[in-house]
């Protein structure tokens, strides 16, 4: 093992900005494999995480989820990859493999889930991180690394439940909110040939959401297009974070549709249409590993690209203060010249 210290980016506690710290390369297990970070993203739970939004974070934190970067060193026990592979890693860098979920294949719901994040013990704004290497996946070698980086995570967590309700003969959906997830799931949902609606309080939005694939916009601010599409769609996909007037999307589901939850909004509806309309509210949480690989061929095929923007790792804190003022365009990736 290189005896050269882990050079990586953390807040000392909650809130606070990122300062660069030193730590030894942490140990690594018998699966596991040590990754050089080439490229990271700037995702909306590493800025939860450092404001302990999910009250989980233990702090000195390093955040970073969406990996991108060469194999330096490979466990005993680990098999499938060897130095110099180039890999992701997504959100969830292990699991416990013996709950009644990892044996079903349904890996992101380990019970254990809370010390599964790759960001444990420290992430991806750093020079490198160990996972276990089979939540590591070898990528083509003609697909860029900040587009991999961006699809390790935001990628996954649309394609999953979209795969998911895709073989359903109901393929009208709307997506709500057009960024950094939902820009992805409308060019995911094109390519599983589903009707597809953007919808957003962003007008400003309408034409580069028809050219991610959408066949139809609806501003959610706009009562009166909202009362045309009444009891109109079989299935909503909320990739937005921000205050949603839930009762008017309610509105436009058919009877027996489906909301399925993707971020973390604050939810507020009453419950009468849904229970006379038999609505479903549900959440989706990743993929497991199977859909990961399948996610990473499935966006090869159809050419679905990110819409990125780079930035040098040392202006951590100018990426991740454009996230939180919405003035990502429409994901951020950092690249790194610290690698070991």
């Not at 990586?8 to 050089?36: C, F, M, N, W």
């Not at 009562?223 to 079989?234: G, I, K, N, V, Y």
């Not at 050419?303 to 994901?331: C, D, F, G, H, S």
Request: contains cysteine; proline residues 5%; hydrophobic residues 40%.
């Amino acid at each position: 093992m290189s005896s050269s210290k882990v050079l990586g980016y953390a807040a000392k506690a909650v809130g606070q900005p990122l300062e660069p710290i030193t730590y030894e390369p942490p140990k690594l297990g018998e699966h596991d494999v040590r990754v050089s970070v080439t490229h990271c993203g700037v995702c909306h739970s590493d800025i939860h995480a450092i404001d302990n939004y999910y009250d989980i974070t233990t702090f000195p934190f390093v955040p970073g989820h969406e990996i991108v970067g060469h194999v330096s060193e490979v466990g005993h026990a680990a098999s499938g990859l060897k130095e110099g592979d180039r890999v992701a890693i997504g959100w969830q860098g292990r699991s416990c493999m013996q709950c009644e979920w990892c044996l079903q294949g349904e890996d992101q719901l380990c019970l254990d889930i809370v010390p599964s994040g790759t960001w444990v013990p420290y992430g991806g704004f750093s020079s490198s991180v160990i996972a276990d290497s089979r939540f590591v996946y070898q990528l083509p070698d003609d697909m860029p690394s900040e587009v991999a980086a961006v699809l390790t995570c935001a990628g996954v967590t649309v394609y999953s439940p979209l795969r998911s309700y895709a073989t359903q003969p109901a393929r009208k959906i709307g997506i709500i909110g057009v960024g950094g997830l939902g820009h992805l799931a409308l060019q995911f949902a094109r390519a599983l040939d589903y009707d597809v609606t953007a919808i957003s309080s962003s007008p400003e939005k309408k034409q580069e959401a028809l050219s991610f694939g959408a066949d139809h916009f609806l501003s959610s601010d706009d009562q009166t297009s909202l009362r045309e599409a009444m009891l109109s769609f079989d299935l909503l996909l909320c990739t937005a974070s921000n205050k949603i007037n839930w009762e008017a999307l309610l509105n436009i589901l058919k009877k027996k549709g489906r909301l399925v939850l993707i971020g973390f909004p604050d939810v507020e509806f009453n419950s009468t249409e849904l229970v006379a309309r038999q609505l479903s509210i549900t959440g989706s949480f990743l993929g497991n590993r199977t859909t990961m690989r399948e996610m990473f061929s499935f966006a090869q095929e159809y050419n679905i690209m990110p819409k990125v923007e780079l930035m040098p790792m040392t202006k951590v804190n100018e990426a991740i203060r454009k996230v939180k003022e919405n003035k990502a365009r429409y994901r951020i990736v950092l690249f790194n010249d610290t690698v070991e």
